[in-house]
């Protein structure tokens, strides 16, 4: 055990899988030598060397393509997009091979190959550095689409994404990158695909966040007990597709209540299918409409902007009373 | 015959025509007059002397990431210099000196870079793009309006810039093609500064030059001293006289270097050595600029001092100028505007909501 960094805590998923497996091979700008302009890949290239570790040529639809044919081969390629706003060509490879490669060959062929990307916004970053677009790869039949929270939940789940048989797209919040620490066991933890977790028990009214919403959920539960005595369930999704449903039905047949919380935009987005299910599978035991605290349907402003833009508590607290009050 | 060569007969050209140790080349020195030297000289200090600006307003925490540009004044300017205004500018985002000297305000630039999309604005007149982040998508637009150009039957021409690492991008190649299919009236300068963050042009490519990588499309292309603004001058001015006879496209690459960190974000002491670094900064643009010009007698050492001055007082007027600007932006609600010509019903309700929230003692949030 050790507290770690979400980027440490990555960097040693990577590290371990590459040391047990030598069909997992790393590509990507910068993140070699530069260990990734965030480092999430700091001292791999030294530990396994140039043939592991590919310093690629700017062409984020060469990455993905050549992964998925490293893949097809047997291999297990992780390629890191710098940015998941340039991670745009990537989706042709995903959408027209990755994720259709095992249904169109008949179970013959696949492409186990993780595309790893930062996203989000709240680092004063520039312009196309900060979006939430998860819901395109959400959208795409075949692949699944993984955001971890935390350093923990991105470690074990990384070592899912990289074990899995199927294409995963694993895009990492970049505002948790050194938000805090975290205990890490030094042992193989792994979280499956498709389970998410009860991070807060409750039975008033359930939250329903993933990746950099997780923290200010947990933030907005514990202000509305400490203000209003209301007990908060909050539920970490951890996989956004395909969405594990179980936890968030059986938490909003108890509490009858939620809100469900993203910071890619409102429309189409992630909160519009999980909103469904829960219409679908709990419509009787509901209470209150749901309520959704997202992003606007905006591009997300340049950063002086940004903070009015990104889901924060006090939006989390008021919506949440509002649906307790209704 | 079953096996033969066939005549590909592309050479490529490599120009310097002012080297760093003040050699010129008599021949084939651009013929620019007093003024017009005066003008390019003047643009690129006051791109490099805003660049050292804009640095230390990043170190201070003034202004956030932005990517300097300080080494490649004379790729970038000896290029756009040929530019009339009715010609069409697309950059990358490495472009600063070529972006003030085609009207784009300082102020602007600065509010760009501290996050306000007001410092997106292009005034109405300026036919030119804003800046394109996402490496090589830029090129593509370059060709359209190269097209569109010809199609209105005009004499304009289009200039866009990129990276040697935009030169790995599908997009670079795709543009490159459809100009010379359709042989549109674009010059496509690639600003080789030897990296792309942390990979040298070494890795980015296995041709020796990225020149040559026009004569896969058939056009032409030629390697430049980019730290030579006679010879970067010249190359793009026989590439716009072409591009506006109806002699289609060019590509020039301009060898250059880039001084700098990647942006402000990045410590390139990572990867690349102090040596490298030094060596090249010998081979600085300014100087050696300034020294021909004094040499010419175009300018003594006093003038240029005194327009030293004039730059640095306008640098600084811009400065003020944008931190009372910015003290004035606040308005979170400017965050809904442009998206749409006509704002939708959704957005306009969002846009609602987040006003209540401001009158409802958002500021909360802004103070925390
Ligand atoms: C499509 C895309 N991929 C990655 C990035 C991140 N990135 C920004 S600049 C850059 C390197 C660009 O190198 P080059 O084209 O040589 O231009 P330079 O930065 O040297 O001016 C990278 C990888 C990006 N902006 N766009
Ligand atoms: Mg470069």
Same mark, same amino acid.
């Given at each position: 055990?050790?507290?770690?960094?979400?980027?440490?805590?990555?960097?040693?998923?990577?590290?371990?899988?590459?040391?047990?497996?030598?069909?997992?091979?790393?590509?990507?700008?910068?993140?070699?030598? =530069?260990?990734?302009?965030?480092?999430?890949?700091?001292?791999?290239? =030294?530990?396994?060397?140039?043939?592991?570790?590919?310093?690629?040529?700017?062409?984020?639809?060469?990455?993905?393509?050549?992964?998925?044919?490293?893949?097809?081969?047997?291999?297990?390629?992780?390629?890191?997009?710098?940015?998941?706003?340039?991670?745009?060509?990537?989706?042709?490879?995903?959408?027209?091979?990755?994720?259709?490669?095992?249904?169109?060959?008949?179970?013959?062929?696949?492409?186990?190959?993780?595309?790893?990307?930062?996203?989000?916004?709240?680092?004063?970053?520039?312009?196309?550095?900060?979006?939430?677009?998860?819901?395109?790869?959400?959208?795409?039949?075949?692949?699944?689409?993984?955001?971890?929270?935390?350093?923990?939940?991105?470690?074990?789940?990384?070592?899912?994404?990289?074990?899995?048989?199927?294409?995963?797209?694993?895009?990492?919040?970049?505002?948790?990158?050194?938000?805090?620490?975290?205990?890490?066991?030094?042992?193989?933890?792994?979280?499956?695909?498709?389970?998410?977790?009860?991070?807060?028990?409750?039975?008033?009214?359930?939250?329903?966040?993933?990746?950099?919403?997780?923290?200010?959920?947990?933030?907005?539960?514990? /202000?509305?007990?400490?203000?209003?005595?209301?007990?908060?369930?909050?539920? =970490?999704?951890?996989?956004?597709?395909?969405?594990?449903?179980?936890?968030?039905?059986?938490?909003?047949?108890?509490?009858?209540?939620?809100?469900?919380?993203?910071?890619?935009?409102?429309?189409?987005?992630?909160?519009? /299918?999980?909103?469904?299910?829960?219409? /679908?599978?709990?419509?009787?035991?509901?209470?209150?409409?749901?309520?959704?605290?997202?992003?606007?349907?905006?591009?997300?402003?340049?950063?002086?902007?940004?903070?009015?833009?990104?889901?924060?508590?006090?939006?989390?607290?008021?919506?949440?009373?509002?649906?307790?009050?209704? | 015959?079953?096996?033969?060569?066939?005549?590909?007969?592309?050479?490529?050209?490599?120009?310097?025509?002012?080297?760093?140790?003040?050699?010129?080349?008599?021949?084939?020195?651009?013929?620019?007059?007093?003024? +017009?030297?005066?003008?390019?000289?003047?643009?690129?200090?006051?791109?490099?002397?805003?660049?050292?600006?804009?640095?230390?307003?990043? +170190?201070?925490?003034?202004?956030? !990431?932005?990517?300097?540009?300080?080494?490649?004044?004379?790729?970038?300017?000896?290029?756009?210099?040929?530019?009339?205004?009715?010609?069409?500018?697309?950059?990358?985002?490495?472009?600063?000196?070529?972006?003030?000297?085609?009207?784009?305000?300082?102020?602007?630039?600065?509010?760009?870079?501290?996050?306000?999309?007001? @410092?997106?604005? $292009?005034?109405? @007149? +300026?036919?030119?793009?804003?800046?394109?982040?996402?490496?090589?998508?830029?090129?593509?637009?370059?060709? @359209?309006?190269?097209?569109?150009? +010809?199609?209105?039957?005009?004499?304009?021409?289009?200039?866009?810039?990129?990276?040697?690492?935009?030169?790995?991008?599908?997009?670079?190649?795709?543009?490159?093609?459809?100009?010379?299919?359709?042989?549109?009236?674009?010059?496509?300068?690639?600003?080789?500064?030897?990296?792309?963050?942390?990979?040298?042009?070494?890795?980015?490519?296995?041709?020796?030059?990225?020149?040559?990588?026009?004569?896969?499309?058939?056009?032409? @292309?030629?390697? $430049?001293?980019?730290?030579?603004?006679?010879?970067?001058?010249?190359?793009?001015?026989?590439?716009?006289?072409?591009?506006?006879?109806?002699?289609?496209? !060019?590509?020039?690459?301009? $060898?250059?270097?880039? $001084?700098?960190?990647?942006?402000?974000?990045?410590?390139?002491?990572?990867?690349?050595?102090?040596?490298?670094?030094?060596?090249?900064?010998?081979?600085?643009?300014?100087?050696?600029?300034?020294?021909?010009?004094?040499?010419?007698?175009?300018?003594?050492?006093?003038?240029?001092?005194?327009?030293?001055?004039?730059?640095?007082?306008?640098?600084?007027?811009?400065?003020?100028?944008?931190?009372?600007?910015?003290?004035?932006?606040?308005?979170?609600?400017?965050?809904?505007?442009?998206?749409?010509?006509?704002?939708?019903?959704?957005?306009?309700?969002?846009?609602?909501?987040?006003?209540?929230?401001?009158?409802?003692?958002?500021?909360?949030?802004?103070?925390?």
């Amino acid at each position: 055990m050790s507290k770690m960094t979400m980027v440490q805590a990555i960097n040693l998923a990577l590290r371990q899988e590459m040391a047990n497996d030598d069909r997992v091979v790393l590509l990507g700008e910068d993140i070699g030598r =530069d260990g990734g302009v965030f480092r999430v890949t700091e001292g791999l290239i =030294d530990a396994f060397g140039p043939e592991r570790v590919l310093d690629t040529p700017l062409a984020e639809s060469a990455i993905a393509g050549m992964a998925v044919g490293m893949a097809i081969y047997g291999l297990r390629p992780v390629c890191e997009i710098q940015f998941s706003g340039f991670a745009y060509h990537c989706f042709h490879q995903l959408e027209s091979h990755a994720a259709r490669l095992r249904w169109r060959s008949q179970g013959r062929l696949s492409v186990p190959m993780v595309l790893r990307a930062p996203y989000g916004g709240g680092v004063r970053a520039l312009e196309h550095h900060s979006e939430s677009r998860e819901a395109y790869w959400a959208h795409t039949p075949g692949l699944k689409t993984v955001i971890p929270s935390g350093p923990r939940t991105a470690r074990a789940l990384m070592v899912s994404a990289i074990r899995d048989p199927d294409p995963v797209v694993f895009y990492e919040a970049k505002g948790l990158y050194r938000a805090y620490r975290e205990e890490v066991p030094d042992e193989e933890e792994i979280i499956p695909i498709g389970r998410s977790q009860i991070v807060r028990e409750g039975g008033d009214l359930t939250m329903i966040a993933y990746g950099a919403m997780v923290r200010p959920a947990l933030e907005a539960a514990e /202000e509305l007990r400490a203000s209003d005595g209301v007990e908060t369930e909050v539920i =970490d999704l951890l996989t956004i597709a395909p969405l594990d449903d179980t936890l968030i039905l059986q938490s909003v047949t108890r509490t009858g209540r939620a809100v469900v919380i993203h910071e890619a935009p409102r429309s189409f987005g992630p909160g519009a /299918e999980i909103v469904t299910r829960l219409m /679908e599978g709990a419509f009787y035991y509901l209470e209150a409409p749901i309520a959704r605290v997202t992003g606007y349907d905006l591009i997300i402003p340049y950063f002086s902007r940004e903070k009015w833009y990104i889901p924060n508590v006090r939006r989390i607290v008021d919506a949440a009373r509002q649906t307790l009050t209704s | 015959m079953p096996r033969s060569d066939i005549a590909v007969t592309d050479s490529l050209e490599s120009l310097s025509i002012l080297d760093e140790h003040g050699n010129l080349d008599r021949d084939l020195e651009p013929q620019l007059s007093k003024a +017009r030297l005066l003008e390019l000289y003047r643009a690129m200090l006051l791109g490099r002397r805003f660049d050292e600006r804009l640095l230390d307003l990043q +170190r201070q925490g003034r202004i956030g !990431t932005f990517p300097p540009i300080k080494g490649q004044e004379a790729a970038q300017m000896g290029a756009v210099f040929n530019l009339r205004p009715s010609d069409w500018f697309v950059p990358a985002f490495r472009e600063t000196a070529a972006e003030i000297w085609r009207g784009r305000s300082l102020e602007s630039i600065i509010l760009y870079f501290n996050g306000f999309n007001e @410092g997106g604005l $292009v005034p109405e @007149g +300026r036919k030119d793009l804003p800046i394109a982040i996402p490496v090589g998508s830029q090129v593509l637009h370059a060709v @359209g309006l190269g097209w569109a150009a +010809r199609y209105r039957q005009t004499d304009e021409i289009v200039m866009t810039f990129f990276g040697d690492g935009a030169t790995s991008a599908g997009d670079f190649h795709e543009g490159l093609n459809f100009a010379a299919v359709y042989q549109t009236p674009v010059v496509f300068v690639c600003q080789n500064n030897q990296w792309a963050i942390s990979v040298p042009v070494s890795r980015q490519t296995h041709t020796p030059t990225l020149a040559q990588k026009a004569h896969a499309y058939g056009m032409p @292309g030629i390697r $430049v001293d980019g730290n030579d603004v006679l010879a970067v001058y010249a190359a793009a001015a026989e590439a716009a006289e072409r591009a506006r006879s109806g002699g289609g496209p !060019t590509l020039i690459e301009c $060898v250059t270097y880039r $001084v700098m960190m990647h942006t402000t974000a990045d410590d390139p002491k990572r990867y690349r050595s102090e040596e490298e670094v030094a060596q090249w900064q010998q081979r600085d643009p300014l100087p050696r600029f300034a020294a021909y010009l004094q040499q010419k007698g175009t300018a003594t050492e006093p003038q240029l001092a005194e327009m030293e001055t004039g730059v640095m007082e306008e640098i600084q007027a811009a400065v003020d100028a944008a931190e009372k600007r910015m003290g004035e932006l606040g308005d979170p609600l400017a965050m809904f505007d442009h998206l749409y010509a006509e704002m939708p019903p959704q957005l306009e309700a969002q846009k609602s909501a987040l006003a209540r929230e401001l009158a409802d003692g958002g500021k909360e949030v802004d103070d925390e």
